[in-house]
């Protein structure tokens, strides 16, 4: 979807579903504004009240889960999906959305696992050209740090573990909606965020390393640094050639 910047808020309909369209129409239903979202719960009580740990609670008691490490993880990969692919695929179509910690709220399924989470405002207007690196800045700056640092105090999540977590579907989104190619050929769109050392605000770029691609055959892979530790839940599916644990890959 291309933005009408001239048109600004006052052209488009109320509410984030606008934004998400064809293939990631399905954002809007785990992104909308927090008096849409039932059930919902600001995230600094949640994650301030014994919230998180309930939930964490519930999802190992769901699928038999023993290693909190594991559950921790499995439940930042649903988090950090619902967070940045709509914020991504927003961002494309010409829209920054406010995701300040302070400002959102989160919304449960029965099995603990985030369903969906809710934002103060409709966000504001931009030319929806800035590069991956420009992108990250809101993500860096005002949420990712703030939820890691309770998935180590909470959940005994290495933050090195968490920031691969966030990496993968920041690298997918963005991928996904890449309208052009670079001149120069280049596969990979994702690829700066993860060979640049700095963010454009100067800050140190937490995503350096995470992601990978490696050659098998005449194929490139797309590799993890860090294991998500899926693998020590019962019935979860490995993750593939994403997988870091050789090992796991085929499983």
């Known amino acids: 979807m291309a933005a009408n910047i001239d048109a600004g808020t006052a052209l488009r309909p109320p509410g984030l579903k606008v934004l998400f369209v064809g293939e990631h129409a399905w954002c809007g239903e785990k992104m909308m504004l927090s008096a849409e979202l039932e059930g919902a719960v600001p995230l600094v009580d949640f994650f301030g009240s014994g919230g998180f740990c309930a939930a964490l609670d519930t999802y190992a008691a769901a699928h038999a889960g023993t290693d909190r490490r594991a559950v921790a993880s499995m439940w930042s990969l ?8 709509p914020y991504i695929v927003a961002r494309r179509a ?7 910690v302070h400002d959102m709220t989160i919304a449960l ?21 800035d590069d991956l690196l420009s992108f990250v800045v809101p ?3 005002q949420h990712i740090p703030e939820i890691i640092s309770q998935l180590k105090a909470q959940g005994g999540i290495a933050p090195k573990l968490a920031w691969n977590n966030a990496a993968v579907y920041i ?3 963005f991928n996904a909606t890449e309208r052009q190619r670079p001149a120069d050929g280049e596969p990979w769109a994702a690829r700066p965020l993860f060979t640049e050392p700095r963010l454009p605000d100067g800050s140190l770029n937490p995503f350096l390393g995470c992601l990978r691609h490696e050659i098998e055959g005449e194929q490139a892979v797309c590799r993890r640094k860090v294991c998500c530790l899926r693998y020590l839940l019962p019935g979860i599916p490995s993750c593939g050639e994403l997988c870091a644990l050789p090992a796991q890959r085929k499983q």
């Open 139 to 141: 993500l860096v700056s």
């Open 94 to 100: 010409g829209c920054a959305l406010p995701i300040a």
């Open 78 to 85: 649903y988090y950090f999906s619902i967070l940045t692919i």
């Open 109 to 129: 399924a029965e099995d603990g696992l985030p369903r969906a989470l809710g934002l103060a405002g409709e966000g504001d207007w931009s030319d929806g050209n």
């Open 171 to 173: 690298d997918y989104a």
